[in-house]
Nanobody
């Protein structure tokens, strides 16, 4: 099993910044992709950003140019730097990981991000 623990959420005003971090532990060998998803009240969980073990990144259109995902393979951590935050970024943010291909199959507990207008 893989355990993922997020940190760094909180309350910020629109235009502000937050940095989320996620630490992986347990059976972490063969993890390739890691990423961040989010779920706003009444909405489905959506992809925010992903990063492969080789550093290839992918972003949702809604966060391109504002969010940056990074990964430290030696420390088994993944981070999400969020700048120019908007009220619509308010959601619970989840760290995710997967082994092999297909859907992400390991999830953190989530951390709340609230952006006030």
């Amino acid at each position: 099993q893989v355990q993922l623990v997020e940190s760094g959420g909180g309350l910020v005003q629109a235009g502000g910044s937050l940095r989320l971090s996620c630490a992986a532990s347990g059976s972490i060998f063969s993890i390739n992709a890691m990423g961040w998803y989010r779920q706003a009240p009444g909405k489905q969980r959506e992809l925010v950003a992903t990063i492969s073990s080789g550093g290839r990144v992918h972003y949702a259109d809604s966060v391109k140019g504002r969010f940056t995902i990074s990964r430290d393979n030696a420390k088994n951590t993944v981070s999400l730097q969020m700048n120019s935050l908007k009220p619509e970024d308010t959601a619970v943010y989840y760290c995710a990981a997967r082994k092999g291909i297909g859907a992400f199959n390991y999830w953190g507990q989530g951390t709340q991000v609230t952006v006030s207008s």
